[in-house]
């Protein structure tokens, strides 16, 4: 499906974040997660005129239903089954707590569940928890994983790569071996919400990970892919010595292009890293939105991007991370101060990684 989606029609991904009540208080949560619900997210009849919307972008669109903690709504099965019902492809992002027991896993099955991912961020329970603020929060996690496998619910996990974490990548791999996930999604820190307290880890360890990454990609049972580290496709790139025919197989997914966020209160991101809004599907569709608003355009746009980024070869397929951009320089189309890489010619200075107030 990936090779045939036009990226200025439909994203590849559209996340929903159902609410940001959550029992956890991690560090790095983007979405300064509350203990309760917002008075003014959307409602169920809301949440199903933006399913029937999601529909309109293709068969069997993608949407991730996230937080927060989306089992912090009761009428969850419900929008599982509507999505499903409308031919979307319904998956789930929940939080590591006891609420995720494996009745209401089978229940989310039934309703049409078609994948889980879960949060693992050490190797064992100490690092784990450690990081998420909770005890407990990595046995949840495997039991629900357990679940997960004992359904036939494919499995995603998702590990935050920060300094507070780094070195426990190769535990975290062999989890998620063990696990028989079928992806392995890692996301590069990106300082917004609760994860500015976190420290990102600089260039040249980015890409010692990154090359890393790519050697797992080549033996693991697993599929692997990064977000907000779009230059993980360059570093595939260059370990695979591809000339200029496989840069162009390659598409650059990336915040607005392949990308889109619904807020809890409706307002559309390009990312939930990037939380500039470009409208609000309570006044207009999120298909119009993405497709029409000069914001997603402009970040489709591979030539308006500027710094390095905008001298780089291989901007057509990476990009670099707007929404880093974005939260260290205030401007999406800026350079991504993660990337180590120089483009031949570009002398002009890169943004450091430290947040913009
Ligand atoms: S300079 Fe920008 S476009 Fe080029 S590889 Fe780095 S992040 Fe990607």
């Not at 996990?157 to 996930?181: F, G, H, K």
């Not at 029409?292 to 397929?317: H, I, N, P, W």
């Not at 890489?341 to 002009?348: A, K, L, R, T, V």
Request: a negative charge; proline letters at 5%; glycine letters at 8%.
């Amino acid at each position: 499906m990936r090779g045939k989606l036009d990226l200025d029609e439909q994203p590849l991904v559209l996340i929903w974040e159902v609410t940001q009540a959550c029992e956890l208080a991690c560090k790095h949560c983007r979405a300064d997660a509350q203990p309760r619900r917002h008075p003014d997210e959307l409602s169920t009849a809301e949440g199903k005129a933006l399913l029937d919307q999601a529909r309109e972008f293709g068969d069997g669109q993608l949407v991730v239903l996230s937080g927060g903690d989306p089992l912090a709504r009761e009428d969850l099965p419900e929008l599982i089954d509507y999505g499903t019902e409308q031919g979307l492809r319904m998956t789930l992002t929940p939080s590591g707590t006891n609420s995720l027991t494996r009745d209401r896993l089978a229940e989310l099955d039934d309703a049409g569940l078609r994948r889980l991912a879960l949060s693992i961020d050490g190797g064992d329970s100490e690092s784990h928890d450690t990081f998420r603020g909770e005890s407990g929060s990595f046995e949840a996690t495997m039991e629900a994983a357990e679940a997960a496998r004992d359904l036939d619910i494919p499995l995603q996990i998702n590990t935050t790569v920060c300094a507070e974490t780094v070195e426990q990548l190769p535990a975290i791999r062999d989890l998620v071996a063990d696990l028989d996930a079928v992806l392995w999604s890692v996301f590069f820190l990106v300082p917004v919400g609760r994860g500015r307290v976190l420290t990102p880890i600089d260039p040249d360890r980015a890409e010692r990970v990154l090359s890393w990454l790519h050697e797992v990609s080549e033996e693991a049972s697993f599929g692997l892919k990064t977000t907000e580290a779009p230059h993980y496709r360059r570093v595939a790139i260059q370990n695979q010595d591809e000339g200029a025919s496989g840069l162009k197989r390659r598409m650059g997914i990336r915040a607005g292009k392949g990308f889109a966020f619904v807020s809890h209160t409706g307002e559309v991101f390009p990312s939930g890293f990037l939380p500039k809004s470009a409208g609000s599907v309570r006044e207009e569709s999120v298909v119009d939105i993405y497709r029409e608003s000069s914001l997603f355009q402009q970040l489709r746009d591979d030539d308006a991007l500027t710094g390095k980024c905008g001298a780089c070869r291989y901007r057509t397929v990476c990009g670099g991370s707007r929404s880093r951009a974005y939260a260290t320089t205030g401007d999406p189309l800026a350079a991504d101060p993660l990337c180590d890489y120089q483009p031949d010619g570009f002398e002009g200075s890169v943004p450091d990684q430290h947040p913009a107030d």
